[in-house]
């Protein structure tokens, strides 16, 4: 029996998942939990910002690597998905210099407006597709330009690449997590040439770009000795997203909603969508499997609730959110996705001055839930607006498709039928494509086959 690990590494915790096929059915259990979160730190301008810990997060997959040994689960293969568009820069010693950046930090406020002299947003979204965020990297890199970290770097390496660089030494840079940059040309799949060139930045960082289910390579000898075995090193869909999206058990072009910190709410295309009406409805596209695209918005997602709950010192569970909200509706309407609510330094506070008014905690979680539901309704049109398509049915797959307030709310406000799961799609995705890749599951469509046997998926 072969062993697969899928290390998921979200936002805010990251976890590690064995799994293997037993009568036609992928079995899967935790067999590790982390916290993440960034913090501020001194970066390489010597001023103060929002940092992912690099070091610590190795180290916590190093942790996860000898808890699947101690109990004799030995993966055959492991790989690393992350959320998108975060990076390292690696000098000659391979080093990450000046630690690895948040993309909540606010260090491209300045970058945007000198990106765009040079490159207007429209001529970027007709080269990539991608729907502008303050985040893209294509924005951070300039950062980098100024403070001159990028004269020192050898290497670009997007979280989950590097991550699996210090597994194996072996650096492999992903498609579909590339594309989220802003700097993957839509219709060659290759770094864009004539966007690196203007920017200034060093077009040996950007190197040939990998499929999912591609070899890495094995863990290298001191990475062995530490976790006691050596597994090989397989691509998933690195970005979270992505693999989530391979894991939903979509049939005919259905939508989707990866529904975490944040909501991508979007359609498997075969193309890419590069039309003034994608581009105002603020529609993105990414990279998926076989070069084709993801046509999917960003929206705010549960990260509000979550700050929320953080503020409140987590005494409640989400559950007790979601039952506190049912018990207490309220009609005020916020825009979740403003860009206040970005990175406030207190959401509770942000939300109260959105409203005009001090919510209690289940008023509070109503208008997060109800308003999140209602931009659903408005993205869901937007989306038939630019792909001329009726839809009928949505699948929520992530850890919100596990609130049952929101998805019937979500069904109340759009119409549409509504299926749940799997919650745990990303990881599910990140392991079906290393099976993929290893020979043990034929293809995408079977594996989809298997993970709709597999998992706890509920019609509304």
């Not at 936002?11 to 982390?34: C, D, L, P, Q, W």
């Not at 975060?86 to 260090?107: H, K």
């Amino acid at each position: 029996m072969r062993y697969y690990l899928a290390i998921d590494i979200g936002a805010s915790s990251g976890r590690h998942i064995v799994s293997y096929i037993e009568n036609g059915k992928m079995i899967t259990e935790e067999i590790y939990r982390f916290q993440n979160g960034p913090e501020t730190l001194t970066a390489y301008d010597g001023k103060e910002h929002l940092m992912w810990t690099h070091e610590r997060l190795f180290t916590e997959i190093l942790n996860g690597l000898k808890k699947a040994k101690e109990i004799g689960k030995v993966p055959y293969s492991i790989g690393i998905d992350t959320w998108g568009v975060d990076y390292a820069l690696l000098d000659e010693n391979d080093q990450a210099i000046g630690g690895t950046y948040c993309y909540r930090d606010s260090r491209t406020e300045t970058t945007i407006p000198a990106v765009h002299e040079v490159l207007p947003f429209e001529e970027l979204f007709a080269k990539t597709g991608i729907a502008f965020a303050t985040f893209n990297t294509v924005y951070q890199l300039l950062d980098d330009v100024k403070s001159g970290r990028m004269a020192k770097a050898k290497s670009f390496l997007m979280l989950p690449d590097y991550f699996h660089f210090r597994l194996t030494g072996v650096k492999k840079q992903e498609y579909c997590n590339a594309t989220t940059t802003g700097m993957v040309n839509a219709e060659t799949h290759t770094w864009d040439e004539e966007i690196i060139e203007k920017l200034g930045y060093k077009k040996e960082l950007f190197g040939e770009l990998a499929q999912p289910g591609s070899l890495v390579g094995e863990f290298t000898d001191e990475v062995a000795a530490i976790v006691g075995y050596k597994a090989k090193v397989v691509l998933p869909a690195t970005h979270d997203t992505a693999s989530a999206v391979l894991a939903a058990p979509l049939e005919a072009q259905t939508p989707y909603i990866s529904s975490g910190t944040w909501s991508l709410l979007g359609v498997e295309q075969n193309k890419a969508h590069t039309s003034k009406s994608a581009l105002e409805a603020g529609y993105s596209n990414e990279g998926s499997l076989n070069f084709t695209t993801r046509l999917q918005i960003n929206i705010m997602g549960l990260w509000m609730i979550q700050q929320v709950r953080h503020e409140l010192g987590d005494k409640y569970s989400f559950a007790e959110l979601a039952d506190m909200a049912r018990a207490n509706p309220v009609d005020y309407e916020i825009n979740v996705n403003d860009q206040r609510f970005l990175a406030p330094e207190n959401m509770t506070a942000e939300i109260n001055a959105a409203v005009g008014k001090e919510l209690t905690v289940g008023e509070m979680a109503y208008v997060i839930y109800n308003n999140l539901a209602k931009y659903y309704d408005l993205s869901l049109k937007a989306l038939e607006e630019v792909t001329g398509e009726k839809y009928e049915t949505l699948n929520i797959i992530g850890g919100g498709s596990k609130n049952m307030l929101l998805n019937e709310m979500t069904m109340k406000y759009t119409g549409k039928k509504v299926i749940t799961g799997p919650a745990e799609g990303t990881a599910i995705g990140n392991l079906m494509m290393q099976m993929v890749g290893c020979g043990d599951i034929a293809d995408v469509k079977e594996g989809r086959r298997i993970i709709k046997n597999s998992f706890d998926i509920a019609e509304l």
